[in-house]
């Protein structure tokens, strides 16, 4: 059977949504500061492994291990939960993985940088909830501004020229955005505003702190 023209862009946004959730964001952010030429790129494989496990088990698992029974209990009415009611107790949650992650890597003998980063993740989810308890905003373009605010504050911290990885973040950000106006899951002022919000938070508390 061949697909349309329409059903391949409603098939590529949905497949954009997923690979580029809110829950795997902050995991591509600890891979590009692992990445990037800097002093990040020479820590220790095992600390790398044991960072990107935490983030992993308790922001990516966790949550999504929740779901069955947050569907089984009619708290969400359906696994993309596109009404902004049913989007507070996950957020809730989601918030309160990402406080304990933090407090995990406060105890940690790792550098500020990767600390402020997860209070920042925090702050961001905590931020997002309390916007979501009187707006629609979009979780997805908030991750993806996330993720551009992490490329410009190791670019200006570290004063080398991350061009190749603010590329693909700004090209990322762009299918993103465009993907959730496509699916009608957002208006656009959903959607930039949590692109916005997602850049805002992340590059001012890693430039105030770090």
Avoid: D
Wanted: with cysteine; proline share 5%.
């Amino acid at each position: 059977m061949k697909l349309s023209a329409r059903n391949i862009q409603t098939l590529t946004a949905r497949f954009v949504a997923v690979v580029f959730h809110p829950l795997f964001m902050p995991a591509y952010g600890l891979f590009i500061i692992f990445s990037t030429p800097t002093l990040f790129h020479y820590l220790p494989l095992q600390v790398k492994k044991i960072l990107m496990l935490i983030i992993i088990v308790n922001n990516i698992a966790l949550p999504v291990a929740l779901m069955p029974f947050f569907r089984s209990r009619n708290i969400i009415k359906s696994w993309l939960m596109e009404e902004r009611g049913e989007r507070n107790v996950p957020m809730l949650v989601v918030s309160l993985l990402y406080t304990v992650t933090s407090f995990i890597m406060m105890r940690l003998s790792v550098p500020l940088l990767l600390k402020t980063y997860l209070y920042s993740v925090s702050l961001l989810s905590l931020t997002l909830l309390f916007i979501n308890f009187r707006y629609k905003i979009s979780i997805h373009a908030a991750g993806a501004g996330a993720l551009t605010g992490l490329v410009l504050v190791l670019w200006i911290q570290f004063g080398q020229s991350l061009v190749w990885f603010m590329v693909p973040s700004l090209i990322i950000s762009g299918l993103v955005l465009s993907c959730r106006l496509y699916s009608n899951s957002h208006n656009p002022a959903q959607v930039y505003t949590g692109y916005a919000a997602g850049f805002t938070v992340i590059s001012a508390v890693m430039l105030l702190v770090s």
